[in-house]
């Protein structure tokens, strides 16, 4: 079964290899589709504090009836916070929206915050280093299983290896068909670190593309199958998002290769224009 399927983290932690995203999903709308991917036999659920849906998360969890020990939840501390102590604070809020004891993971959002992304050369090491210290603390509190980081490149991950006993755990990037940063997923996987692929559909822009449509109809499934499964092919946790129920079984429904030249012509694609979603800061925009 595909929701079986894991890695194991540099600390030993089970992460489940297919993951339920929830971004730009309402707080007041996210139970169901959250309680229904469980139901359906997803096992890893994907929030953040910037999403503002983490109540819903958790009440979709509760309403599944599976027991929570069978459930691998992620939430993601602000990008803006670096410094110790709101780290330290944000998380227990986090915590007391999702009426959770404990996350199996948490990470930080972003190497810098969200308004100077593409505006700054400023990583902000020091107060990585400072947000890093409270997962770290939070962790060894029993608040939180396993820790992480989201779209840091090699040198923002190498300043937490050089500064802290505790190595992230993933490193949750966006990678997708014509965005591949083969140079960041070698340095991860090179040291032990997982990745993560979020908008593996380059939020539905992929869906409108000629090749990948075409490739999708060579193999007989859909453009979405077709991206998890490049993802999935590249070792890494991949984090599709869906609130329809056919959809979310057909993204689970995994069970075909890519060959390798087709690998190769997937990944070359490189006129790649993410349409609507162009201001987000994630896919380059500028704020």
């Known amino acids: 079964m595909i929701f079986e399927e894991t890695f194991t983290l540099n600390n030993g932690v089970k992460i489940p290899k297919l993951a339920l995203g929830t971004w730009k999903i309402p707080d007041n709308e996210v139970a169901s589709p959250v309680q229904t991917a469980l139901k359906m036999g997803y096992r890893h659920i994907d929030t953040a504090q910037a999403y503002h849906n983490e109540k819903g998360v958790g009440q979709g969890i509760k309403d599944s009836g599976i027991s929570r020990d069978q459930i691998f939840v992620n939430s993601k501390v602000e990008a803006e916070i670096k410094n110790y102590q709101e780290a330290k604070k944000s998380i227990d809020e986090t915590l007391d929206r999702m009426n959770l004891d404990y996350l199996d993971m948490m990470i930080i959002h972003n190497p810098q915050p969200w308004k100077e ?120 946790v991949v984090l599709p998002k869906s609130v329809n129920p056919e959809h979310m079984k057909q993204n689970a429904e995994l069970n075909f290769d890519i060959s390798e030249d087709d690998m190769t012509t997937l990944e070359k694609i490189n006129s790649f224009n993410y349409g609507s979603s162009s201001h987000f800061p994630v896919f380059g925009g500028k704020k």
């Open 117 to 236: 992304v593409n505006q700054s050369d400023d990583r902000h090491f020091e107060g990585n280093i400072e947000t890093w210290r409270a997962l770290t603390d939070a962790m060894k509190e029993g608040k939180l299983r396993a820790i992480g980081v989201s779209s840091f490149q090699p040198e923002d991950l190498q300043n937490l290896i050089d500064n802290s006993d505790v190595k992230p755990m993933v490193n949750q990037i966006l990678c997708h068909i014509g965005a591949t940063p083969k140079k960041l997923i070698d340095f991860c996987q090179e040291h032990d670190i997982v990745v993560e692929s979020f908008s593996p559909v380059a939020h539905g822009e992929a869906l409108t593309n000629t090749t990948i449509k075409t490739m999708a109809e060579k193999y007989q499934v859909s453009v979405a199958q077709l991206c998890i499964r490049y993802d999935w092919q590249l070792n890494t």
